[in-house]
């Protein structure tokens, strides 16, 4: 399997609504290591036991052939599908994670097994609602660390698995869903776990595309599908040399909620030019419904 990301959220002036993935063609050429921005490590694993991580690179996509580091020395490659399998270490704790030649790290706890221990497989937190087009984390107990052994659905189709580990799934939801609620259902290695029901919402950027000018205040309007009720969205300048985003980066606001599901957030030119801003769902977890 190979995915392409459809990008870090909502993002303007280049319009993408998460980081996304879908397969592609085996035609297409892989994306260079010298590309990787965004490390996905579940932020639960297990000692001693499998988990599985993804890189992206800055379009979104898979990215084989990168080297990521971990703050115990450990150092693996990802494969040709943009992920790698590891086993956890030991001793239980906090490790960091991150790619080579970045800064950025990301933390992972190590949990004993005693911890992670089920019959079957059991779901304890998931998001209440989530993006169409952005990947979401849920947690429990029995998963697959291998990714690709868990089998994910939603509103019956299967899903993208990103990372892995017993307790925890990063997961991409099928291309063409509509939005509003959908269940979802996990397994692993014969193991089921009873069905639970998120919100599925599409965010729709409503503003000019013309380039910015400086000193020029225009608005962002997001509209909600899928959901009447107020949802909570952060706002990130990605080009700062360009315009400011009004009230600071990054910057979070409420959906008005009702049929009429808006949130609203300004930019300031600071020179002439186009403009990045993403925009993506906050996750607000709970016990699966």
């Known amino acids: 399997m190979f995915a392409h990301a459809r990008g870090?959220?909502?993002?303007?002036?280049?319009?993408?609504?998460?980081?996304?993935?879908?397969?592609?063609?085996?035609?297409?050429?892989?994306?260079?290591?010298?590309?990787?921005?965004?490390?996905?490590?579940?932020?639960?694993?297990?000692?001693?036991?499998?988990?599985?991580l993804a890189v992206l690179d800055v379009n979104g996509r898979l990215t084989p052939g990168v080297t990521v580091n971990f703050s115990n020395g450990d150092r693996l490659?990802?494969?040709?599908?943009?992920?790698?399998l590891f086993v956890a270490p030991l001793n239980p704790g906090v490790i960091f994670g991150s790619i080579a030649g970045r800064t950025e790290r990301v933390a992972t706890a190590i949990l004993s097994p005693g911890e992670a221990a089920a019959a079957e497989i059991q779901v304890s937190s998931a998001p209440q609602v989530a993006s169409l087009t952005d990947r979401f984390e849920f947690f429990g107990r029995s998963?697959?660390?291998?990714?690709?052994?868990?089998?994910?659905?939603?509103?019956?189709?299967?899903?993208?698995?990103?990372?892995?580990?017993?307790t925890?799934?990063?997961?991409?939801?099928?291309?063409?869903?509509r939005p509003g609620p959908a269940p979802v259902g996990v397994s692993c290695a014969k193991r089921q776990s009873p069905p639970f029901s998120i919100t599925l919402v599409g965010l729709e950027l409503e503003a000019?595309?013309?380039?910015?000018?400086?000193?020029?205040?225009?608005?962002?309007?997001?509209?909600?599908?899928?959901?009447?009720?107020?949802?909570?969205?952060?706002?990130?300048?990605?080009?700062?040399?360009?315009?400011?985003?009004?009230?600071?980066?990054?910057?979070?606001?409420?959906?008005?909620?009702?049929?009429?599901?808006?949130?609203?957030?300004?930019?300031?030119?600071?020179?002439?030019?186009?403009?990045?801003?993403?925009?993506?769902?906050?996750?607000?977890?709970?016990?699966?419904?």
Not at 77 to 84: C, F, M, Q, S, V
Not at 146 to 165: K, M
Not at 212 to 228: D, F, I, N, P
Request: proline residues 8%.
């Open 208 to 289: 000019s595309s013309l380039p910015l000018k400086t000193g020029e205040r225009r608005a962002l309007s997001v509209r909600v599908r899928g959901t009447t009720a107020k949802i909570a969205l952060e706002a990130r300048n990605l080009a700062p040399e360009i315009a400011e985003l009004s009230g600071g980066n990054p910057l979070r606001a409420s959906s008005s909620g009702g049929a009429e599901n808006f949130a609203r957030f300004e930019v300031v030119g600071r020179k002439n030019g186009s403009f990045r801003i993403s925009i993506r769902l906050v996750p607000s977890l709970g016990r699966p419904q």
């Open 77 to 84: 490659t990802t494969d040709a599908t943009g992920r790698a």
């Open 143 to 166: 998963f697959c660390g291998d990714a690709d052994a868990n089998r994910v659905t939603i509103a019956g189709q299967p899903a993208i698995v990103l990372a892995s580990s017993p």
């Open 168 to 177: 925890s799934l990063v997961v991409l939801p099928p291309q063409d869903l």
């Open 8 to 52: 870090p959220a909502l993002l303007f002036a280049c319009l993408i609504a998460g980081v996304l993935a879908h397969r592609v063609s085996a035609q297409q050429p892989l994306p260079p290591a010298s590309g990787a921005r965004m490390l996905l490590l579940p932020r639960r694993i297990v000692s001693g036991e499998r988990a599985t």
